[in-house]
């Protein structure tokens, strides 16, 4: 019975506590010692839960134990030295054969394995082979600063995946005594291989410095950074977990964890996602992606993957910031911008339909203005006429009370001339006056007449809109007449409506001639402008004319009162 | 020699205060008849066949004018009397007979009624009545109406199509007619814009009214004038010149 020492040694020390919890299990290895020979199973898997992690101490043949293997691959290495620091290092998980503390040297050349797959031994028996660290460059199984550096290696050419689920039992024996060192049975586990970001960065600049290099050209780290290597990348304003990151602009770049033989340009592949992505395929990378031409203001999904773990993908979401016009702070701006300008545009539009409706409602009064002044001279000048003829005729006092009267008729004409509308009060007090006028050239009688229960002062109509039927039915009604000429004018109320008769007892006429009249046409213009700015409050006018017995003219207010 | 006259106006005021007037200032004339509407005129005119008649357009019923229209004689001299009537003075202008606007301006009065006396030793036809007549009858048809113009020996009845141009001279006016033809008028020319703006002339200067139909072209050149159909050329003044162009591109 070979005694043989077990020896722990934690090689994952140098990697330990790292980011992802899969790759913290990982790294870690079982050392059997014997003496001054290590049987190392390293990487990518889990001890037994039962072996903890100090050092223990047994005898061997050791029982056949199980370990789960979860890594891609997992080596077998043999070292055999003699150098009584790496022999004096005790790190955990190492079962050290106590039965065999002063023995010999145990040897390599001694020992013979035999795998087991499936239950088939197909290879047998067979060396361990020594590894020529030379020959085989880049497959170099550990750490450069590993302490095994000048060890000599022995490794077997296959080992397990986890792809084997079916126990693969490695069985050690000594070459010439067949005594068996103890047997391994290891379960290849499938479990998430993810890859790890190591750190990333960005720039502004175009010209990304590849931190993945140090300043003599060395990878940071060959499977995962170090602490140094983060505080570097801290230096460079990197941050290794990017998870939900908002970064300032267009250019990317992400480390990944490189490490061993399979790590190299095409060992994952990634795709990225979302903003204007259409390309959902997956692109071969190395240990760096690079992305350009990121789009401020979206938000992206980078996938990563192992090739030979497609099932496994790692996601880091990040979101490029937006530019200032794309921010929630501008868009408000840009809202409430747009809602002033909105505003604006209404009320400027209100104001200048305000502006054209008061223009349009000014143009009508200056036509009614101008068809109200054309109401006057004939009568202002026939009665000035009159006046010169009292006075030729030494009719002084008749004079002057014409006089009188006619500078009250043309004071209030005055007056009242800029007002569309007057009291009717004061409407009819022109209208007597004018008749008085009047009356001293044909000598006719006249009657006003006002329902009682109209309120003459509150009540306004237009002014002087009456003044041409009068005048009308004086003219052309009881001029000829002299004192048997009589009119009559009645202003009553019906229902909302407010109605002005007037009736005079002259020769009327046909219902065919004489309708066109300059007063009469006059005054129907006037009413239909009126009709125009009044609008629910028409006036309408009616002639009802009889040959022989007179004319009598209707205006009528609707919903007036 | 007496002179007899009448007066048609429906307000006995009107007539009352012209008589005595008339009385008073033109004591050489004798008012025969006075009428208050236009019927009773008639037959006052052809009663008395007075040498003036003293006549107010507007009247209730029948008008001045359609009185003058239904009479056969025009042997008579005519003054019209109104307070206010754009259209009426108009065609009395146009024919260049007298009026009178009320109240009376006894000037105006006296001045009228001398001429009237001294036209109606002639006792011949009126013309310039005739012509208003013509006028009247005619309304529509403006290339018919004649414009009386009264120079210093004479009045001239001409169609307003044979009228060039017309230029002022201080209160004169000269015709230029189709033909060469030229005369003076002792009318300020403004006074013929009044009547000629409905025929179609344009003042587009202070001392020109030029007849629309007879402008050849607008010349641009020396801050544009008008070439007309006698070849001579008529400014137009600078705040004139919108109102020259709205008023070609009516045609």
Redesign the interface.
């Known amino acids: 019975m070979k005694k043989i020492f077990l020896f722990i040694i934690l090689i994952t020390a140098v990697f330990a506590v790292f980011a992802q919890p899969v790759h913290k299990e990982d790294r870690q290895a079982i050392v059997f010692r014997f003496n001054n020979l290590s049987i190392i199973i390293s990487n990518y898997g889990t001890i037994d839960p039962s072996l903890n992690s100090t050092s223990r101490y047994i005898q061997f043949p050791l029982p056949a134990k199980g370990f789960n293997v979860y890594g891609y691959y997992m080596k077998i290495a043999v070292t055999e030295t003699t150098d009584p620091f790496v022999n004096s290092f005790q790190p955990a998980r190492t079962i050290i054969d106590t039965s065999s503390a002063d023995a010999r040297l145990m040897r390599a050349e001694d020992l013979e394995v035999r795998p087991s797959w499936r239950g088939l031994t197909p290879i047998g028996w067979m060396d361990l082979k020594k590894y020529h660290q030379e020959a085989n460059p880049g497959s170099y199984p550990f750490s450069e600063d590993s302490i095994f550096r000048n060890a000599v290696y022995y490794l077997l050419t296959r080992g397990v995946t986890s792809k084997d689920t079916a126990a693969s039992i490695f069985t050690f024996r000594n070459k010439r005594t067949k005594q068996e060192l103890f047997r391994l049975n290891l379960f290849g586990v499938e479990r998430p291989i993810l890859p790890m970001l190591g750190g990333w960065v960005q720039d502004t600049s175009h010209t990304l410095r590849d931190i993945g290099l140090d300043k003599n050209g060395r990878k940071y780290y060959g499977t995962m950074p170090s602490e140094a290597d983060m505080k570097a990348m801290e230096r460079e304003r990197s941050d290794i977990d990017m998870k939900n990151e908002k970064i300032q602009n267009t250019l990317l770049s992400l480390y990944f964890h490189g490490a061993g033989v399979w790590y190299n340009d095409s060992s994952m592949e990634y795709r990225l996602r979302g903003g204007s992505m259409t390309d959902t395929s997956w692109h071969k990378t190395g240990h760096r992606i690079l992305l350009t031409d990121l789009q401020h203001g979206d938000d992206y999904l980078l996938q990563v993957r192992y090739i030979i773990h497609p099932r496994y993908i790692q996601e880091y979401t990040f979101s490029v910031d937006p530019r200032w016009y794309q921010t929630a702070k501008f868009k408000m701006y840009l809202l409430f911008g747009c809602l002033c300008v909105g505003f604006a545009f209404v009320l400027f539009n209100y104001r200048q339909r305000v502006k054209t409706a008061r223009w349009k409602k000014d143009q009508l009064s200056l036509e009614l203005k101008a068809i109200r002044a054309q109401l006057n ?6 009665a ?7 006075i ?2 030494n009719d002084i006092a008749k004079a002057n009370h014409y006089l009188v009267e006619f500078s009250s008729l043309l004071r209030e004409s005055m007056a009242n001339n800029d007002k569309e509308m007057i009291p009717l009060g004061n409407e009819l007090k022109i209208l007597e006056t004018y008749l008085k006028l009047e009356q ?3 000598h006719f009688q006249y009657e006003i007449i006002v329902d009682e229960a109209l309120n003459k002062n509150a009540i306004e109509i237009p002014s002087l809109l009456l003044q041409p039927l009068i005048e009308n039915a004086i ?2 009604g009881v ?2 007449l002299n004192e048997k000429g009589l009119i009559m004018i009645r202003i009553c109320k019906n229902n909302n409506d407010l109605l002005a008769i007037i009736t005079d007892n002259g020769n009327g006429f046909a219902e065919s001639t004489n309708h066109s009249g300059f007063g009469l046409r006059l005054t129907r213009e006037r009413i239909e402008l009126l009709n125009k700015t009044l609008k629910r409050l028409p006036i309408q006018l009616k002639i009802e004319s009889i040959e022989n017995s007179g004319t009598t003219v209707h205006l009528i207010f609707k919903n007036w009162l | 020699m007496l002179v007899t006259a009448v007066i048609i106006d429906d307000e006995q005021n009107n007539i009352d205060n012209l008589e005595i007037l008339l009385e008073q200032y033109c004591p050489q004339l004798t008012i025969v008849a006075t009428a208050l509407n236009a019927t009773d005129g008639e037959a006052i005119i052809l009663e008395h066949h007075p040498d003036i008649v003293f006549l107010d357009i507007q009247m209730p019923g029948k008008n001045g004018f359609a009185l003058l229209q239904s009479l056969r004689t025009h042997s008579f001299e005519l003054i019209f009397v109104t307070a206010f009537d754009q259209y009426g003075i108009q065609a009395v202008k146009f024919s260049a007979l007298d009026y009178l606007l009320k109240p009376i301006d006894v000037e105006e009065l006296k001045t009228a009624v001398h001429k009237a006396i001294y036209r109606s030793t002639e006792k011949k036809q009126n013309k310039k009545l005739e012509n208003l007549l013509q006028v009247l009858e005619h309304q529509q048809q403006k290339d018919l109406h004649r414009i009386a113009l009264t120079s210093a020996k004479e009045t001239r009845f001409i169609r307003t199509q044979d009228i060039i141009r017309c230029e002022s001279s201080n209160n004169y006016t000269t015709f230029f007619l189709f033909g060469r033809e030229k005369i003076m008028t002792s009318k300020p020319i403004f006074e013929y814009e009044e009547i000629l703006v409905n025929y179609g002339f344009i003042r587009c200067h202070q001392s020109h009214l030029v007849n629309k139909k007879h402008i050849k072209s607008w010349v641009k050149e020396d801050g544009g004038f008008l070439l007309l159909d006698d070849n001579t050329q008529v400014p137009i003044s600078r705040q004139k010149k919108e109102y020259v162009k709205g008023e070609l591109e009516k045609n």
């Open positions: 001279p004939h009568f202002v000048f026939n000035l006429s009159s006046i010169q003829g009292l030729n005729k001293l050239r044909f003219k052309h001029s000829a």
